[in-house]
């Protein structure tokens, strides 16, 4: 690919690729920071509700107080850019129309505004990469179609697991394997009832926000992440929420794979993790019945097969999320995207939920995900966990039940909500084509 030499192209010429970052939280900020020591990239535009927190990363760059400009005017914006100057914003959406930004990446975490920044992007023809993979597990089968059909660019980023699993199941079968399963270390048994309030401590010594902890370890991110994954590859959930054993490194291919040759799943071609010591770790199982590729393997790496255990001991998250960055500006090509709804994550109550009473969202004390086969969830009427936050309970639902139409009403007023709508419709025609 020569990312390397590209960008030291575009360093020589004094035209580094100019990056816009949206949420400038713990991974928005170390996202700039990242960006900062590339040759060939560089920030200079941040958004945030929260402007004094773009200022300060900016300022911690050893970028001059003198040449940060704050507004929400975009003719003030454009101009200061010209300039060289840096742009400081609360409004997302301005981002989008920034004339020097040659891509943005969203990292705020919150749906709604993911949806709002990668839609108006897609349609503006600004490349957007995702480190908001809440987002796209909920419309990104929507979006990768918007942005194909409107000669856009739309991806999730590197770095996450689903980027690193995507690239680990490419790797596989261009070397002639079959993937029987593709899993990522989880560092804590799931706790079910984990709430902000729980965390509250443990995040302040991260310096982590004690909803996004709570989101951690009650299971959330892990079903949002492998979704994303499953809706890429087409690789399948064994059961609702995976099985998620603690296995360590050296039992994982006696046990990710399928019961006919004693291991665990009901399915040849799966997603799922283990709670064992491998975390950050990403693995994939893979599988030949090829007895050449077999004599070779065991000549390379002395294992007997036909399983094999292909395994990254990290993802670095935001630091890995520039080659997504420059992928995308100087190849046009996208890291991950939803290809189909294999997978869909389910909105689970993680309390006894009145009749009447509005739910928070990701994160909080009232619910949590938990990753189910698309077509069981639709089967089930279950409602998706990106359009739950804001919505009511039509009848008592008490804890650990799942929240389905049946149910539960969700707030119909959202963009993400009526894009998740449009998304069904999409699908749908999907299916009825697809039986002509």
């Not at 009145?354 to 739910?359: F, I, N, Y």
């Amino acid at each position: 690919m020569e990312l390397i030499k590209k960008l030291e192209q575009r360093m020589a010429a004094n035209n580094p690729i100019a990056v816009g970052i949206i949420g400038c939280g713990q991974m928005g900020s170390g996202l700039a920071h990242t960006l900062n020591n590339i040759k060939g990239m560089q920030v200079r535009a941040i958004a945030d509700i929260k402007p004094e927190l773009a200022i300060a990363t900016l300022l911690d760059m050893n970028v001059s107080k003198h040449d940060i400009v704050e507004t929400n005017n975009i003719s003030i914006a454009n101009d200061a850019l010209k300039k060289g100057k840096y742009i400081v914003t609360s409004d997302a959406l301005l981002m989008t129309d920034l004339e020097k930004i040659e891509a943005n990446v969203e990292v705020t975490g919150h749906i709604d505004t993911g949806a709002k920044v990668a839609l108006t992007s897609i349609e503006k023809h600004k490349p957007i990469i995702m480190l908001n993979v809440e987002t796209d597990v909920t419309i990104g089968y929507l979006l990768n179609r918007k942005a194909r059909a409107n000669n856009s660019l739309y991806t999730v980023a590197s770095g996450d697991e689903p980027g690193v699993c995507k690239m680990m199941w490419e790797q596989a079968l261009l070397m002639g394997f079959e993937v029987a399963c593709i899993g990522k270390g989880k560092n804590n048994v799931i706790d079910f009832d984990a709430t902000p309030e729980s965390c509250h401590e443990e995040a302040l010594s991260k310096d982590m926000n004690p909803k996004i902890l709570a989101s951690f370890k009650d299971g959330t991110k892990t079903m949002v992440e492998m979704a994303a994954v499953s809706n890429a590859t087409g690789l399948l959930p064994d059961v609702p929420g995976m099985h998620g054993p603690k296995v360590e490194l050296d039992e994982l291919i006696h046990v990710f794979k399928p019961k006919e040759d004693g291991g665990i799943f009901n399915l040849r071609g799966t997603v799922d993790f283990s709670t064992g010591k491998i975390a950050p770790g990403i693995f994939l199982i893979a599988y030949t019945a090829d007895k050449r590729i077999r004599k070779d393997m065991k000549f390379i790496t002395h294992a007997e097969g036909p399983y094999y255990l292909l395994f990254r001991p990290y993802h670095l998250c935001d630091l890995e999320t520039p080659q997504s960055i420059a992928e995308a500006v100087l190849l046009n090509e996208v890291t991950v995207t939803t290809e189909n709804m294999n997978a869909e994550v389910c909105t689970i109550a993680k309390r006894n939920i009145k009749a009447g009473e509005r739910v928070k969202g990701i994160g909080s004390a009232d619910i949590f995900g938990k990753i189910y086969n698309y077509k069981e969830a639709r089967q089930l009427n279950a409602i998706p966990l990106g359009i739950a936050e804001n919505g009511t309970a039509l009848v008592d639902i008490p804890k650990g039940t799942l929240i389905t139409g049946h149910n539960f009403s969700p707030d119909q007023s959202t963009l993400i909500y009526k894009l998740r709508q449009e998304q069904n419709a999409l699908l749908h025609q999907s299916v009825k084509t697809q039986a002509l």
